[in-house]
């Protein structure tokens, strides 16, 4: 999705930083040169005087003017890179110095974004997703069948290859995805891997748990003094590419909660922007706490997973520590 208005002015901020520091660090290398070396001014001058002349002869139509304005502004360069070796200066002393050499800092090349704009996109996008410290350790290739075998083994095959499916197709075919069963079996870490896979591609992605989500969408809707600053967010709870909602059901639920939920399922259904619920709920559970509309949304619009098995995070707990240092499913 294209960034908001406040995103792309947060990034654009960012090159104007650059920018001023690149005119500071110029401007702090000519004083110096300046003071060491007396003529490299002068010649300077020089150099305005002559462009204006030669301009000014321009303008009357002599037509060898620029050639002549070219040659002897080469001259003055010479003149001026020769003080400066003679000075013990290095010859790009007096050449501004950006942290993209490509878009000179301003983010733009030939006007298309530059490709560290569209880093800064990406990172923009991992800070607001609120799992970029979770995507380090949980992503595909921390992915391990080890603790699974039988019917389980097959059941979190079958989810892996669904999410491999998801992001391989997600602008080409709207989905979404559910998964549900028992503790610690993957469902939160496969939810991870897919986000990461989006995000390091550019989409927005925002994950909330449960209980984080309703507290937003609770502050937005009652508390005066945190709407406007949640205005934003609560906007791209609607608008992202992908929300994730994990651990429902550990929310307070009430009929606020249920509201609401419906109220997000759908209009992310509307606009067909992908979602994906983890829950330690059953579909009997589900059913049972929350409306029957949602539970009809969710089961008619949503690939359905059932993970089933030990839980991952006990068992890693009382391994030895040698293996405990391999990443593997979070939940």
Known sequence: MPLTNSQYDAIMRSYEEKQRAARYRLEKNTLEVYAKIPSYEELDRQAATTS??????????????????????????ERKAFLLRENGFPEDFLTPVYECEKCRDTGYVDNQKCSCFRAAEVELIYEQSHIKSLLKTENFHALSYDYYAGDELEKFTKAVQICQSFVKNFHLDYRNLFFYGT?????????????????????????????????????????????????????????????????????????????????????????????????????????????????????????????????????????????????????
């Open 52 to 77: 204006i002349a030669h301009g000014r002869r321009l303008l009357g139509g002599e037509q060898d003017a620029l050639n002549a304005l070219k040659a002897e502004l080469r001259k003055l360069s």
């Open 183 to 331: 503790v610690g079996t993957g469902k939160s870490f496969l939810s991870c891997c897919v986000a990461k896979e989006l995000m390091d591609s550019g989409n927005l992605v925002i994950y909330f748990s449960a209980s984080q989500l309703f507290d937003t969408l609770s502050k937005s809707t009652f508390d005066k003094d945190s709407a406007e600053a949640l205005s934003g967010i609560s906007e791209d709870i609607y608008d992202c590419d992908l929300l994730i909602i994990d651990d429902l059901g550990t929310e307070l639920t009430n009929a606020f909660v249920s509201s609401r939920l419906f109220s997000c399922l759908n209009n992310r259904h509307m606009r067909k922007k992908a979602t994906i619920i983890t829950t330690n709920l059953s579909l009997g559970e589900l059913r049972d706490r929350y409306s029957d509309r949602i539970f009809s949304r969710i089961t008619s619009n949503y690939t359905v997973c059932k993970l089933t098995g030990p839980d991952i995070r006990m068992k890693k707990k009382t391994e030895p520590a040698s293996k405990n240092g391999t990443p593997t499913n979070r939940k």
